[in-house]
């Protein structure tokens, strides 16, 4: 199992996810740089297009608590649940690229470029990047500041 603390934070909010017709649990947490944790996970929608990734629901979350500012790094896990009650999962899970997007923003935000660990559902492979390696050349805020 893995020791990064953070990952099991997201393995548990997956455990939360609304996902009656992908049965595909995913769960997000970011840490604050004091340390702070927000969490969140997928919610579908029987419009299917209105549903929201993990990512999504924890950065707001993680504006509601801390500020997008203080963000110090984001973890994302997804699968399925167990018999036993645990995510579970071979695949370690990447953010879309609209999730890129939005970590992006609270990169550019916070002056950082954040960390995002993916790990797959068992929580036993992990993958960390930075968000310049997820989105490169990415459109964000500091593009805009030319704007009137
Ligand atoms: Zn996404």
Do not use: W
């Amino acid at each position: 199992m893995t020791k990064d603390p953070l990952i099991e934070r997201a393995r548990a909010a997956a455990l939360g996810a609304y996902a009656p017709y992908s049965r595909f649990s995913v769960g997000c947490a970011i840490e604050s740089v004091d340390g702070a944790i927000a969490v969140g996970a997928n919610m579908e929608n029987a419009c299917y297009r209105l549903g929201i990734c993990a990512e999504l629901s924890a950065l707001a979350a993680a504006q509601q608590a801390f500020g997008l500012e203080n963000i110090a790094r984001i973890a994302v896990t997804g699968g399925h649940v167990g018999d036993d009650g645990a995510l579970a999962g071979d695949a370690v899970v990447t953010s879309c690229g609209g999730c890129r997007q939005s970590i992006l923003e609270a990169a550019q935000v916070s002056g950082r470029d954040l960390e995002v660990i993916a790990s797959n559902g068992n929580g036993t492979e992990t993958r960390s990047s930075r968000i310049s390696e997820l989105i490169p050349h990415g459109f964000g805020p500091a593009n805009l500041k030319d704007a009137g």
